[in-house]
């Protein structure tokens, strides 16, 4: 069966938009008219219908799950097909219920393909930017196994993890995101209005002026004489740099540099050991096999040099050596991650270690994450307090310079 969106009109004349499922358009048309609906049009989800034809949708396609969406229907998947409820019906019976138009489309079409006999990820991959990579990669995994009740299970935990992550990030850099955005707009005021005002009374009178005020005034000037300039090229070297980011080539060079940053690098490689333990740990529990959990978990990573790491390790692994001897030479783990695989694959505990490897590495990046931003308020502060004051003081000193020259 093939999933349709619908327009029709009911009984009272209200029109009204949806999915269902049918052989053919004719079919889905019969099945409209047997529930006393007058269908207007009707055309196959993964086309785009009616439903979908918004001015959002006119200007750029059919709109994906978010993440949000994606975190509620992986808990209602895991919950359903763990329960013994075949695959193709958990999805229709998800996205039939009060699912986004969008969340809808997506699932009925990813019923359909697995009515026809694809494999639940091979239709979800129909979907890619409803269900990332690594998504995909762990329901595959999980099928493979036999345990896809589980790992969706899992993975349900996994993006409410990252999503209360998130949200607390976001909520705290609310507060200094505010403040940062006022203390800009009075600096600028400052060099834009008051400064050229101030200068011209000084200028009036021929005074010396100080370094400091001589500095702010041509930074003024500066300011108002090619301000629209300086926000163009910003804006052309923004764009530039996103498009040259679509290079993989260039992407590669980006993240080898943000690892080797002091402080930042140091918490990227643990954000993504501890998404690397995560993932692996899920797989492993699931009943996936070591090389295959692997590759899920290298497809996982952010950073692509992390990426090229992991392709090494897969290919040491496939050769026969020891998982924790293979983390330890690349050089990039946690030690005490590394030791506790090596405790695992001792006593054929690997999951657990795993998990318990990304819970302590969490705990790690939850508390640095809860440092750097209680610090980061008093330091947008001090940085704008301390230009304030510098164009204050600019300001202030040739008018004390005039004073004392009078009072001799």
């Not at 409209?32 to 979908?52: E, W």
């Not at 991959?125 to 329901?139: K, L, Q």
Request: proline content about 4%; hydrophobic content about 50%; cysteine-free.
């Amino acid at each position: 069966m093939a999933a349709f969106e619908y327009e029709a009109l009911d009984a009272a004349g209200k029109r009204t938009r949806g999915l269902l499922s049918a052989d053919s358009e004719a079919a889905a048309r019969r099945e409209l008219r047997r529930r006393r609906l007058a269908p207007l049009s009707v055309s196959r989800a993964d086309q785009g219908g009616a439903g979908a034809r918004d001015l959002m949708g006119r200007l750029f396609g059919p709109r994906p799950i978010n993440a949000r969406e994606l975190m509620g229907i992986t808990r209602q998947l895991a919950t359903l097909i763990g329960s013994g409820m075949p695959v193709e019906e958990a999805v229709g019976l998800v996205g039939g219920q009060d699912a986004s138009p969008a969340a809808s489309r997506v699932l009925m079409s990813v019923r359909a393909k697995v009515t026809e006999g694809e494999r639940l990820s091979d239709a979800m991959a129909a979907e890619p930017g409803s269900f990332p990579p690594v998504y995909r990669a762990m329901v595959a995994a999980g099928e493979s196994a036999g345990g896809l009740g589980l790992v969706l299970d899992r993975l349900a935990d996994y993006l409410e993890k990252a999503d209360a992550l998130k949200r607390k990030v976001g909520t705290a850099l609310i507060y200094p995101s505010v403040l940062g955005v006022v203390a800009l707009g009075v600096i600028v005021t400052l060099l834009t209005v008051i400064v050229p005002r101030i200068s011209e009374q000084f200028e009036s009178m021929g005074m010396s002026l100080p370094a400091i005020t001589r500095f702010m005034i041509a930074l003024s000037g500066f300011l108002a004489a090619h301000g629209l300039t300086l926000a163009a090229i910003l804006a052309v070297v923004i764009l530039a740099g996103g498009l040259a980011l679509r290079q993989e080539a260039v992407r590669k060079r980006v993240h080898a540099a943000r690892l080797s940053l002091p402080a930042l690098g140091g918490f990227e490689r643990k954000v993504e050991a501890a998404r690397f333990a995560r993932t692996m740990g899920i797989l492993i529990a699931s009943g996936a096999v070591l090389p295959d959990a692997l590759r899920a978990a290298k497809r996982a990573a952010g950073n692509l040099v992390f990426q090229d790491t992991l392709g090494g390790v897969i290919e040491q692994v496939e050769t026969g050596r020891g998982l924790a001897d293979a983390l330890r030479g690349a050089r990039v783990f946690p030690p005490i991650m590394v030791y506790m695989i090596a405790a695992g694959e001792r006593s054929g505990r690997l999951a657990e270690m795993f998990e318990r490897s990304a819970e302590h590495l969490e705990a790690d990046i939850d508390g640095a994450v809860t440092a750097g931003l209680s610090l980061l308020e008093p330091g947008i502060i001090l940085a704008m307090g301390g230009i304030v004051v510098l164009i204050v003081l600019s300001i202030l000193l040739p008018i004390l310079q005039l004073n004392t020259s009078v009072l001799i």
